[in-house]
């Protein structure tokens, strides 16, 4: 009787329920994201900033407090820099909330070795469009960065910077991102997000991959990752379909992709100082490029349609190295061989070499079979055979 009651109960399906549970998720993630919005664009922000500011105005002196007011009011500027340079000033007047500057454009400029950390109040410098800081010791981006929500221009090359933080992608006016010449070895999946981000350079870093991630990046159009140790391209590169500049040069490419021809949009390919040998086929089906720059040295395979189209710029850069440095090139690129040489040989004996005592196991395996006895025990034997 238990049993027929149990074969009588209903089976619910798993893929309804779960499309319940996951419809439920997606709900609750959108109210918390509205709910966040909602935070971010209410008074408290500014109030707890306020408040902040003046907590941090009643540790300094009076002179301080003019010269950071001199800082933070930058509406007496006609070009709305902001350089966080020291100024002196005679005049005194009462502390009070810094307020934003009318101009639609506000940038901060930063350089010079004695840089070694943002200046803490910069944190209430939330009004700021544009940074621009070069040649610091900086190592890292400020945790309150996520606050500068008009930041549209990043540029902060030829520092000391060793990560992105993920909360670079709560920047979502970001339309300029310039590394350059700092020491990433990785890019934080989150840049993805920006999806407004318009130009991204790279160049003289560490790295070996990007995220798929910044496949998203559908308004990309200036893309420059030259000077790193790329050995293919990203995957993510050839799904920017609005990409118009592509520099690629100087990495450790030894090939291009067949499928090249889906960045429809691709006007400037920099690709020399790479390990290419040929370029695809698929490259002169891009009927928007104009300009082609490859290195000469090693390219002996390219596609016709490629370098006799009138409407191309087609560029072969050549080292002109030196009779000493190219023997020397000659000398090392025969140790490669020689050393793959004998790689292989070892391989192919320790191949041969298991091939033998595979056939004898299976020889001694088939006298076995002939065997009305199976021996209880067998003696370990060491064979060399002389070929």
């Known amino acids: 009787m238990g049993m027929e009651r149990k074969m009588g109960v209903p089976v619910s399906d798993l893929s309804a329920i779960r499309d319940l ?216 590169t050839l799904r920017m379909s609005n990409l118009q500049v592509l520099d690629l040069s100087n990495n450790s490419l030894n090939d291009l992709p067949q499928d090249m021809d889906r960045l429809e949009q691709l006007v400037n390919l920099f690709v020399h100082k790479n390990s290419l040998s040929y370029l695809p086929q698929c490259l002169a089906n891009i009927s928007t490029l104009k300009m082609v720059v490859v290195s000469g040295d090693d390219l002996n395979c390219i596609p016709t349609r490629l370098c006799s189209n009138p409407d191309i710029k087609f560029i072969r850069l050549y080292d002109n190295q030196s009779s000493e440095e190219k023997k020397k090139k000659e000398e090392e690129k025969k140790k490669w061989r020689s050393k793959r040489k004998k790689w292989r040989e070892a391989r192919e004996e320790e191949v041969k070499k298991d091939s033998r005592e595979k056939d004898f196991i299976e020889a001694y395996v088939d006298t076995l079979k002939d065997r009305e006895t199976t021996p209880y025990s067998t003696t370990k034997v060491s064979i060399s055979c002389l070929l």
């Open 21 to 236: 549970w996951e419809g439920r998720v997606k709900k609750q993630r959108q109210r918390q994201k509205k709910e966040q919005q909602r935070v971010e664009q209410s008074a408290l922000t500014r109030i707890d900033q306020q408040w902040q500011y003046r907590i941090y105005c009643k540790n300094l002196r009076s002179a301080e407090v003019n010269q950071l007011h001199h800082y933070l009011q930058r509406s007496t500027h006609a070009d709305g820099r902001c350089d966080l340079q020291p100024h002196t000033e005679s005049e005194t007047r009462d502390p009070k909330e810094p307020e934003a500057p009318d101009d639609s454009k506000v940038t901060l400029q930063l350089s010079g070795d004695s840089w070694t950390d943002f200046p803490r109040e910069l944190q209430w410098m939330t009004y700021l469009t544009e940074w621009h800081i070069r040649g610091t010791k900086i190592r890292q981006l400020p945790d309150y960065l996520p606050v500068f929500s008009q930041l549209s221009v990043l540029q902060i090359p030829k520092n000391a910077i060793t990560e992105l933080p993920a909360e670079i992608g709560k920047l979502s006016d970001l339309r300029e991102l310039n590394v350059s010449y700092n020491s990433l070895t990785r890019i934080p999946p989150e840049l993805g997000n920006c999806e407004g981000l318009q130009r991204l350079e790279l160049t003289g870093n560490h790295l070996t991959e990007l995220p798929f991630e910044l496949s998203s990046l559908k308004q990309l159009v200036h893309l420059d990752i030259a000077e790193n140790r790329f050995i293919s391209i990203p995957v993510c």
